[in-house]
C-alpha cells in the first residue's frame, strides 16, 4: 500500500494533453483560470467537469475566489461547490474535476491568508492513480509541478522553520526539497521563481520559505548531535545522545518509551526495568549485564548517570523488544524500524491494514495513504510510533473499549471475533423476519420513536445482506483492535499477526471484495450507533435535489447518504482486491 513520491503520477487514469483535445459538441472548450499560466494549464480527455452543467459551476467559483471570497457555507455558489466535489467521489472519480476544483481551492486557501486546511494533498495524484492508464511525458510532469505547488503552499509556505518542527516536519523536507528541485528540472525551469508564479503565492515570501527548507535539506555535519529515528521520524529527547564504546547513549525513556515500553526505576537495586508486550528486559547502572524475562545478555557497554539523567544503550533497548537496528554515519541517525522477518510469506499485516483501514481515515482524514509530505503513509500499527502516540492509543483502548493491558486486549479480539455485535443484529433480524408485513408493522408502531426506524432499519439491511449480516463492522474493528495493541506496546508484531488470522480468515471466507466489506461495514456502523438513517438519508436527497437542479445526480446509490460514507469512499480508493484472489497466507510454522 506504500506508495512512492509523484513519479508514480505517470500510471495514472486519463490521457492528458496541454492543448485542447478534440471534443463533441455537448462539452465546452476548457479554458485556464485567468491567475495562472495558460501554458501550465492541463486538460483532460472526456473530463466529466466539461460538461455545461458543471463547467458553469467553475466558472462561478473561479470568479468568486478570483474576487477574494472565502471557501465556506456563506459561499453565494457553496452549493455549485458541493456539485464539483461530487464528481470528486465514487461513482465519477473525475480528474478533471479533482484538478479544476485544487486551481480553485488554492485561491481560496490565499484569500484565507493561507490557514492550514483539512484537503488532500496530492491534487490528482491520489484519485488518478487508482484507475490505471498513462498521462504523455509533458502533462504528467506538469501536473507533478501543480502537485508539489499544492503542497509547498498548504503545508510549508509562509511558515517558519520553527513552526515546522512543532508540527513534526523537518523530517519530511529533505525529500520535499529534492522533489520540488527535480519537479523543476523536468519542467524546464531554471528558479524557484518560476515554481512559485502560479498565481495564489508572493515570491517574495516563497523565497523566503524555501530558502529555510533548502538549508534544512543540506546533509548534516559529522560535528553535529546524533539523532534516533524511529520509522523514519526523529525522537524528540530533552538530553541529547551521546556515544560511549561506539554505542549510541539515550536517554532511558527516549527509545523504551516510544516502543510503547512502561518503564520503571528501582532505587534500591539501581535496576531500569523495561516492559513491553509481556516482555520484560532489566538493566543495571553501570553494569554490563541485562536480563530478558530472566535470561542474562551480555552487553559491551553499560547504562549510566549523567546530569541527572540516566542514560541506556540504544541498540540494545531496540533489539531487545524485536526492532532492527541501522546506523547512518552520513546523517549521523541510529535507524529503528520492527523487524519484519518473523512474517515471511505472510499476508496477515495486509490483510490488518485493509480491515482497519477507514479507522485510519478517521485518524488522518483524506490524506492517508499519500506519500510524505502530501499525507501520511497508510502502515501497520496507523500512528507513528511515539511516547506521546502510545499514551493516546492507550488512554483511547481504556475509555472506548474498557481495555487496561495486554490481557484484556488480545481477550477481546479472540472473543468478538466469533462473537461480535453481529450476534445482536442477527437475533433482531431473526425477530423481524419471522414477522408477516402486518405484524412488522404493528411491532414498528407500538415501539419507541428509536426503536421504530431500527426495526425498519434491520428489515432493510437483513434484505441487502442475509447471512452475513454486519460482520464487516466487527471485522474491522479486529484490524484496527490488532494494530492499536501493537501501538500501543501491549502486543508485539508476531502476536498481532497470530491473532488477526481467525478475522482475516473470516473476511476472505464472506466477503469478495473491500467494496463489499465496507458497505456492509457501513450498514454496520449506523444499526450500532442507532442512527436514523432514514431522517440522514431525507436530508441529504433533498440537498442534492437543491444542488442537481430538482433530481438527483447520475449514479446515486443509498450508501452515500450514510454517516461515515466519506470514509468509505476514501478507504475504498486505497484497496485492491487482490488479497481475495490471493487468500490468507498465516506465518509459517518453522
Known amino acids: 500500500m506504500k506508495r512512492k513520491a509523484l513519479s508514480l503520477l505517470l500510471v495514472l487514469t486519463l490521457v492528458v494533453s496541454l492543448v485542447p483535445a478534440a471534443f463533441g459538441a455537448e462539452p465546452v472548450t476548457p479554458t485556464p483560470p485567468e491567475w495562472i ?32 471570497g472565502q471557501q465556506s457555507k456563506d459561499n453565494p455558489y457553496w452549493n ?15 480528474a478533471a474535476t479533482i484538478y479544476e476544483k485544487a486551481l480553485i481551492d488554492m485561491m481560496y486557501h490565499k484569500n484565507n491568508d493561507y490557514a492550514r486546511w483539512n484537503l488532500g494533498n496530492g491534487i490528482l ?62 519542467n524546464g525551469m531554471t528558479s524557484i521563481e518560476q515554481f512559485l508564479d502560479c498565481g495564489t503565492m508572493e515570491v517574495a515570501e516563497g523565497m523566503e520559505t524555501y530558502q529555510w527548507m533548502a538549508e534544512a535539506g543540506v546533509a548534516i555535519p559529522a560535528g553535529k548531535e546524533i539523532a534516533i529515528v524511529l520509522d523514519g521520524r526523529s525522537l524528540k529527547m530533552d538530553v541529547s545522545p551521546e556515544v560511549k564504546n561506539e554505542r549510541t ?19 534500591d537495586t539501581q535496576e531500569i526495568v523495561m516492559t513491553r508486550a509481556g516482555v520484560t528486559v532489566t538493566m543495571t547502572l553501570n553494569s554490563t549485564t541485562a536480563a530478558i524475562d530472566g535470561e542474562t545478555v551480555e552487553m559491551d557497554v553499560a547504562p549510566y548517570a549523567t546530569d541527572g539523567r540516566t542514560l541506556i544503550p540504544a ?18 541517525q541510529v535507524l529503528i524500524e520492527e523487524d519484519k522477518t518473523v512474517a515471511g510469506d505472510s499476508n496477515l ?70 462473537h461480535g455485535h453481529n450476534d445482536d443484529f442477527q437475533d433482531a433480524a431473526d425477530i423481524v423476519n419471522s414477522l408477516s408485513g402486518a405484524g412488522l408493522k404493528e411491532l414498528i408502531a407500538r415501539s419507541a420513536d428509536t426503536d421504530q426506524y431500527m ?75 442507532r442512527n436514523d438513517v432514514y431522517t440522514e438519508r431525507e436530508r ?51
Open 249 to 267: 547513549m539515550v536517554p532511558i525513556r527516549a527509545v523504551a518509551e516510544a516502543l510503547g515500553a512502561d518503564v520503571d526505576w528501582v532505587q
Open 315 to 332: 541498540r540494545y533497548v531496540a533489539e531487545f523488544f524485536g526492532q532492527k537496528v541501522d546506523w547512518d554515519g552520513n546523517r549521523r
Open 540 to 590: 441529504y436527497e433533498t440537498e442534492m435535489k437543491k444542488a442537481y437542479g430538482g433530481t438527483l445526480p447520475e449514479g446515486y446509490e443509498y450508501w452515500m447518504a450514510l454517516p461515515r460514507a466519506n470514509y468509505y469512499q476514501y478507504t475504498i480508493k486505497k484497496t485492491d482486491d487482490t488479497l481475495f484472489e490471493t487468500g490468507v497466507i498465516g506465518l509459517s510454522e518453522e
Open 349 to 418: 499485516e495486509q490483510w490488518a491494514v485493509n480491515m482497519g483501514l477507514i479507522y485510519g481515515f478517521q485518524y488522518a482524514g483524506s490524506n492517508y495513504g499519500l506519500p510524505e509530505p502530501y499525507g501520511k503513509p497508510i502502515c501497520f500499527g496507523m500512528y507513528d510510533r511515539r511516547a506521546e502516540q502510545v499514551e493516546s492509543t492507550r488512554t483511547g483502548l481504556a475509555n472506548n473499549w474498557g481495555i487496561a493491558g495486554r490481557d484484556g486486549l488480545i481477550s477481546l479480539v479472540q472473543r468478538m471475533t466469533p
Open 37 to 68: 499560466n495558460e501554458e501550465e494549464y492541463v486538460i483532460f480527455e472526456d473530463g466529466k467537469v466539461y460538461e455545461p452543467e458543471y463547467w458553469e459551476c467553475v466558472l462561478h467559483l473561479r470568479e468568486h475566489a478570483l474576487s477574494g
Open 455 to 529: 426495526w425498519r432499519y434491520t428489515k432493510e439491511i437483513s434484505e441487502r445482506w442475509g447471512d452475513k449480516g454486519i460482520l464487516a463492522w466487527d471485522l474491522s474493528r479486529m484490524g484496527a483492535m490488532v494494530q492499536w495493541g501493537y501501538n500501543a506496546g501491549y502486543i508485539t508484531y508476531e502476536e498481532a499477526l497470530n491473532l488477526i488470522e481467525p478475522a482475516a480468515r473470516m473476511t476472505a471466507e464472506t466477503f469478495t471484495s473491500w467494496d463489499e466489506f465496507y458497505l456492509n461495514y457501513l450498514d454496520g456502523y449506523n444499526w450500532w450507533a
Open 80 to 94: 455549485e461547490y458541493l456539485k464539483l466535489s461530487r464528481l470528486v467521489q465514487k461513482p465519477y472519480m473525475d
Open 125 to 186: 495524484y491520489d484519485i488518478l492513480l487508482k484507475q490505471g492508464g498513462t498521462l504523455d511525458t509533458a502533462s504528467g510532469q506538469m501536473l507533478q509541478l501543480w502537485s508539489a505547488r499544492w503542497t509547498f503552499q498548504m503545508d510549508y509556505y509562509g511558515r517558519t522553520e520553527e513552526e515546522a518542527t512543532i508540527r513534526e516536519l523537518p523530517d519530511l523536507i529533505p525529500d520535499f526539497v529534492k522533489e520540488i528541485n527535480e519537479t523543476m528540472t523536468r
